[in-house]
């Protein structure tokens, strides 16, 4: 399918009065009022009064995006910190009450059960929830919410440390426990985690806060727990609780014995009479550090060219990116850590935000995060903002997807054959390594909301236990107990995204069945890939999933087979 990029990156407004901006709840509030007092006498009043709330959203979400993205950019500008909290504090607690009627006309609206069976099913199950979930007593605890989810990025953003008289980044400093010597990679490494801690009662003191808030909306909007609260919240229809449960097993069964063999050949092969943490980055024949690009202009250039191997569309959807500024890769102090896509649902053209190092981890991120560009530019001609919103489950399919087919085009950053090779088995054993940390920091999640009442040193303690549990055996971590029982706080999802990580083990699943079937004929993956996520949310994720021509199955036979294959083409690079 090609994709319609003239539809793409200009904001026409047929709702929307003509220099529409939003300043204030002022700006909004006649549009919501109209909206709600609108007269729908018919099926076609109901589209059109959906199409018109839809250009609403859109606006808004883009606006609070670019709010987000400019903020995480540079997290000591007070200006741009300032513009985002007045969204938070001003302007969304205005919003929510106005939603929810909106929610409650439509469920009103007798025409809305002729969509119950259309593209908008998911759409009308999850405005369901939402009214089900509603409480006007949550609102400021929402907004309170928000406000302090952006701290982590604050604290965190200006951790560094200093090494030969240099200021680094963690990011940067990170990229030295690839370094052949180890005397460095063991001082390095001791001084990140080091620095870490110093921020430990901080960030203890602000998860506390955020479980805590977390769990009075759960109580006030009826429920036991902030885990079953988030559960509808976020509109898992496809899977339980339990099977997360489930989930978590079937790594610990079928994926952690193949991170013993992969420790137990690392240790080998590095000549070492121990395992320690510090030895789990560098490569193990004691070559450096992998270089598949000198600055981000090159990473963007080979990203591209990657792509344009695999399809034209999808090169085309990264240049658009990059004609129109839509980058910020480059790790600096000052700025949060991680990367995302952001969506921008008016335009249609995202942004994308790392911390690169000239490391090959950020070629992974940076072709993960076009993954999910490239779903949103394909999703973007869906006509309500709403069925552009995938669940994770399905976004992340597309950007891990995304890592695994162009990697059968990595010769672009790597012209060296051994170099590629090394690339290849560095990110799939990497792929191997993830899945039972997901395991962990979901577990850990349920652990902490279903017990809302423990304290620091019980959720250390905890931590602690479930990662031994779901880590590696080999790796010797003696004497370094605190730094274990608190790699948790390193992990931006707990704090501003609750439940939000399971999805990259689920889509990780996917994305490995997706490539298996690219090796064997990759236009017809290809064409099924484009297709799935063409679909937006007009489907559910079994749906999706069956498009892309995979099952959406964590059952421990399902995850030993997609292993077993990972393990094989492993050992083929070896």
Same mark, same amino acid.
């Given at each position: 399918?090609?994709?319609?990029?003239?539809?793409?990156?200009?904001?026409?407004?047929?709702?929307?009065?003509?220099?529409?901006?939003?300043?204030?709840?002022?700006?909004?509030?006649?549009?919501?009022?109209?909206?709600?007092?609108?007269?729908?006498?018919?099926?076609?009043?109901?589209?059109?009064? #959906?199409? @018109?709330?839809?250009? +609403?959203?859109?606006?808004?979400? !883009?606006?609070? $995006?670019? %709010?987000?993205?400019?903020?995480?950019?540079?997290?000591?500008?007070?200006?741009?910190?300032?513009?985002?909290?007045?969204?938070?504090?001003?302007?969304?607690?205005?919003?929510?009450?106005?939603?929810?009627?909106?929610?409650?006309?439509?469920?009103?609206?007798?025409?809305?059960?002729?969509?119950?069976?259309?593209?908008?099913?998911?759409?009308?199950?999850?405005?369901?929830?939402?009214?089900?979930?509603?409480?006007?007593?949550?609102?400021?605890?929402?907004?309170?919410?928000?406000?302090?989810?952006?701290?982590?990025?604050?604290?965190?953003?200006?951790?560094?440390?200093?090494?030969?008289?240099?200021?680094?980044?963690?990011?940067?400093?990170?990229?030295?426990?690839?370094?052949?010597?180890?005397?460095?990679?063991?001082?390095?490494?001791?001084?990140?985690?080091?620095?870490? #801690?110093? @921020?430990?009662?901080? +960030?203890?003191?602000?998860?506390? !806060?955020?479980? $805590?808030? %977390?769990?009075?909306?759960?109580?006030?909007?009826?429920?036991?727990?902030?885990?079953?609260?988030?559960?509808?919240?976020?509109?898992?229809?496809?899977?339980?609780?339990?099977?997360?449960?489930?989930?978590?097993?079937?790594?610990?069964?079928?994926?952690?014995?193949?991170?013993?063999?992969?420790?137990?050949?690392?240790?080998?092969?590095?000549?070492?009479?121990?395992?320690?943490?510090?030895?789990?980055?560098?490569?193990?024949?004691?070559?450096?550090?992998?270089?598949?690009?000198?600055?981000?202009?090159?990473?963007?250039?080979?990203?591209?060219?990657?792509?344009?191997?695999?399809?034209?569309?999808?090169?085309?959807?990264?240049?658009?990116?990059?004609?129109?500024?839509?980058?910020?890769?480059?790790?600096?102090?000052?700025?949060?850590?991680?990367?995302?896509?952001?969506? #921008?649902?008016?335009?249609?053209?995202?942004?994308?935000?790392?911390?690169?190092?000239?490391?090959? %981890?950020?070629?992974?991120?940076?072709?993960?995060?076009?993954?999910?560009?490239?779903?949103?530019?394909?999703?973007?001609?869906?006509?309500?903002?709403?069925?552009?919103?995938?669940?994770?489950?399905?976004?992340?399919?597309?950007?891990?997807?995304?890592?695994?087919?162009?990697?059968?085009?990595?010769?672009?950053?790597?012209?060296?054959?051994?170099?590629?090779?090394?690339?290849?088995?560095?990110?799939?054993?990497?792929?191997?390594?993830?899945?039972?940390?997901?395991?962990?920091?979901?577990?850990?999640?349920?652990?902490?909301?279903?017990?809302?009442?423990?304290?620091?040193?019980?959720?250390?303690?905890?931590?602690?236990?479930?990662?031994?549990?779901?880590?590696?055996?080999?790796?010797?971590?003696?004497?370094?107990?605190?730094?274990?029982?608190?790699?948790?706080?390193?992990?931006?999802?707990?704090?501003?995204?609750?439940?939000?990580?399971?999805?990259?083990?689920?889509?990780?699943?996917?994305?490995?069945?997706?490539?298996?079937?690219?090796?064997?004929?990759?236009?017809?993956?290809?064409?099924?890939?484009?297709?799935?996520?063409?679909?937006?949310?007009?489907?559910?994720?079994?749906?999706?999933?069956?498009?892309?021509?995979?099952?959406?199955?964590?059952?421990?036979?399902?995850?030993?087979?997609?292993?077993?294959?990972?393990?094989?083409?492993?050992?083929?690079?070896?």
């Amino acid at each position: 399918m090609a994709i319609a990029f003239e539809k793409i990156g200009t904001v026409q407004h047929q709702y929307l009065k003509k220099g529409f901006c939003i300043n204030s709840w002022d700006d909004l509030k006649p549009y919501y009022e109209e909206l709600n007092n609108r007269v729908l006498n018919s099926e076609e009043d109901m589209m059109q009064w #959906l199409s @018109d709330r839809s250009e +609403l959203e859109s606006s808004l979400q !883009e606006d609070f $995006a670019w %709010r987000y993205i400019r903020m995480s950019c540079d997290n000591t500008n007070e200006k741009l910190q300032s513009d985002y909290t007045t969204f938070v504090r001003e302007i969304d607690p205005f919003i929510a009450p106005e939603e929810n009627k909106l929610n409650q006309k439509l469920l009103e609206c007798p025409f809305h059960k002729i969509l119950a069976d259309t593209d908008y099913k998911n759409y009308i199950r999850s405005i369901k929830q939402r009214v089900e979930i509603f409480r006007e007593e949550n609102i400021p605890l929402q907004s309170e919410l928000s406000d302090k989810q952006q701290k982590f990025g604050q604290i965190t953003g200006s951790q560094t440390i200093e090494h030969n008289g240099q200021e680094l980044t963690l990011q940067q400093a990170g990229a030295l426990l690839k370094s052949t010597d180890r005397k460095l990679r063991e001082e390095i490494y001791l001084k990140i985690t080091e620095r870490r #801690l110093k @921020d430990k009662d901080n +960030l203890d003191n602000l998860f506390s !806060e955020l479980t $805590a808030l %977390r769990n009075q909306i759960a109580l006030n909007a009826g429920f036991k727990n902030f885990r079953d609260y988030s559960f509808v919240a976020m509109n898992r229809f496809d899977y339980t609780a339990d099977d997360c449960f489930r989930f978590h097993h079937s790594i610990e069964t079928a994926i952690l014995p193949v991170v013993n063999d992969l420790e137990k050949q690392r240790q080998h092969l590095l000549g070492y009479s121990e395992l320690r943490p510090w030895d789990l980055a560098v490569d193990p024949t004691g070559k450096p550090s992998l270089k598949p690009f000198a600055n981000s202009d090159e990473m963007v250039k080979k990203t591209i060219q990657c792509l344009n191997d695999i399809d034209g569309d999808l090169a085309q959807c990264i240049s658009l990116l990059n004609k129109l500024n839509r980058f910020d890769l480059d790790s600096r102090k000052g700025k949060s850590p991680g990367g995302y896509n952001y969506p #921008l649902y008016e335009s249609g053209v995202p942004f994308i935000f790392m911390n690169s190092t000239g490391q090959l %981890r950020d070629l992974v991120t940076m072709v993960h995060e076009s993954g999910h560009a490239v779903h949103a530019i394909l999703a973007h001609t869906l006509p309500y903002h709403e069925l552009k919103s995938c669940p994770s489950e399905v976004a992340e399919l597309a950007s891990m997807s995304m890592e695994l087919i162009t990697m059968e085009h990595w010769h672009h950053f790597f012209t060296d054959d051994a170099e590629l090779k090394r690339a290849k088995l560095e990110h799939l054993s990497s792929i191997i390594d993830i899945l039972p940390w997901i395991a962990l920091i979901d577990a850990f999640q349920h652990w902490v909301y279903l017990n809302p009442s423990h304290t620091v040193a019980e959720r250390e303690a905890m931590f602690s236990k479930l990662h031994s549990q779901y880590s590696g055996k080999i790796t010797n971590w003696n004497g370094l107990e605190k730094i274990k029982g608190n790699l948790w706080q390193k992990q931006i999802h707990v704090f501003d995204s609750p439940f939000y990580y399971i999805e990259y083990g689920m889509a990780q699943l996917g994305a490995i069945a997706i490539w298996k079937n690219y090796r064997t004929d990759p236009k017809q993956t290809l064409r099924q890939y484009k297709n799935a996520l063409s679909l937006g949310y007009t489907k559910t994720i079994g749906e999706i999933y069956e498009a892309a021509g995979i099952k959406f199955d964590f059952s421990a036979n399902n995850i030993s087979e997609l292993a077993l294959f990972v393990s094989d083409e492993i050992k083929k690079l070896s």
